[in-house]
């Protein structure tokens, strides 16, 4: 039988997720786990979450800096938006988009690197769905498995459960009482397991000007509507996907509990309790920066002007500054030729 245009795109991602559960399958049977065992596939389908979480680390580096960066440049991009605004005209509209464009181009900001985990993501979630969704088909040859997950492993993954719940079985699609309440408490789980890692981001990693900004008032929404998204689409998931859901939220949440802890966000309460805690142990606390978000020279020259000090060069040598005085220098006496 046809695969169908899904099942021929999602060839290669499938191939990668039989390769990584087969592969911790063997291994937590090589340790004692019985092979049909429920709990045994289920450790699998964790074991690909963290082989996942782990390839996709610089990713989320990236993220982290181009979180600091957006919360950084906050305060300009606002100056760019309250230049223009009340103004609709084309001209106008095309001038703040390229302002815009500009300054994250001279901070190295990109406003898309926090989506990039989420959404390399994506294939391997529904490459474990269509796996799991296809288990009975492969077990009765109706269907070819892309990698290793032969007939055998399909069929013997098709019936294993846990609590009673077959991981293969969905809320909607499943008559077993089991399958509804193993079901019902993953969904809770993982609306649990999300509220907390936004609820500490908010609270502990956000800076007080980052919490009136738009980008805040909408995370502040999904805060409270991830937990319907789940109701919602959760129920449509077999098991199997959803504990490799909640699996990769418990990730997250430990991911984001040690950046809170050891990589803040600037101005953030985070980042205050961090340097209060290297100071105790006398540790410098070296902040975030942004390259070319402070170096505007009329800026600098006003600066300059209001303070009398002089600039520093941005080469960040350092600079002997005059000490000033409200007293004219006097002129000094020369001495007159004999």
């Known amino acids: 039988?046809?695969?169908?245009?899904?099942?021929?795109?999602?060839?290669?991602?499938?191939?990668?997720?039989?390769?990584?559960?087969?592969?911790?399958?063997?291994?937590?049977?090589?340790l004692g786990l019985p092979a049909a065992s429920g709990w045994t596939w289920a450790l699998a389908i964790a074991g690909l979450v963290v082989v996942v979480r782990i390839i996709l680390i610089p990713l989320f580096v990236k993220q982290i800096q181009s979180s600091r960066r957006m919360q950084l440049i906050q305060p300009e991009l606002q100056k760019i938006q309250k230049k223009y605004k009340g103004r609709k005209?084309?001209?106008?509209?095309?001038?703040?988009?390229?302002?815009?464009?500009?300054?994250?181009?001279?901070?190295?900001t990109n406003p898309f690197?926090?989506?990039?985990?989420?959404?390399?993501?994506?294939?391997?979630?529904?490459?474990?769905?269509?796996?799991?969704?296809?288990?009975?088909?492969?077990?009765?040859?109706?269907?070819?498995?892309?990698g290793p997950l032969g007939p055998d492993l399909a069929a013997q993954a098709e019936s294993s459960d846990i609590f009673g719940a077959?991981?293969?079985?969905?809320?909607?699609?499943?008559?077993s009482v089991s399958a509804k309440i193993v079901t019902v408490v993953l969904i809770a789980l993982m609306s649990a397991s999300t509220f907390i890692t936004q609820h500490q981001l908010m609270r502990k990693n956000m800076p007080a000007s980052a919490l009136?900004?738009?980008?805040?008032?909408?995370?502040?929404?999904?805060?409270?509507?991830?937990?319907?998204?789940?109701?919602?689409?959760?129920?449509?998931?077999?098991?199997?996907?959803?504990?490799?859901?909640f699996t990769t939220n418990v990730w997250t949440m430990g991911q984001q509990f040690y950046v809170i802890n050891r990589m803040p966000a600037p101005g953030s309460p985070a980042e205050q309790a961090l340097e209060a805690r290297r100071a105790?142990?006398?540790?410098?606390?070296?902040?975030?920066?942004?390259?070319?978000?402070?170096h505007n020279e009329d800026d600098d020259a006003a600066g300059d002007e209001g303070t009398g000090s002089t600039a520093a060069p941005r080469d960040g040598s350092a600079v002997q500054q005059r000490p000033v005085s409200g007293q004219r220098p006097q002129p000094k006496r020369r001495k007159k030729r004999r």
């Open 1 to 30: 039988m046809e695969r169908g245009l899904w099942g021929t795109l999602l060839w290669p991602i499938e191939w990668a997720v039989e390769w990584v559960l087969v592969a911790f399958h063997s291994g937590f049977t090589a």
């Open 89 to 108: 005209d084309p001209e106008s509209q095309q001038a703040m988009t390229q302002e815009t464009m500009q300054l994250y181009k001279r901070t190295g």
């Open 113 to 146: 690197s926090s989506c990039l985990p989420i959404l390399m993501q994506m294939p391997i979630f529904f490459g474990l769905f269509y796996v799991l969704n296809n288990l009975g088909r492969v077990a009765s040859g109706e269907v070819q498995s892309a």
């Open 166 to 175: 077959v991981l293969s079985s969905t809320f909607m699609y499943s008559d």
């Open 212 to 245: 009136d900004n738009p980008f805040a008032q909408q995370q502040k929404i999904m805060l409270y509507l991830f937990p319907v998204i789940f109701a919602v689409s959760g129920v449509n998931f077999p098991i199997g996907v959803l504990i490799y859901w």
């Open 280 to 294: 105790r142990r006398g540790k410098a606390h070296k902040k975030f920066t942004v390259p070319g978000l402070h």
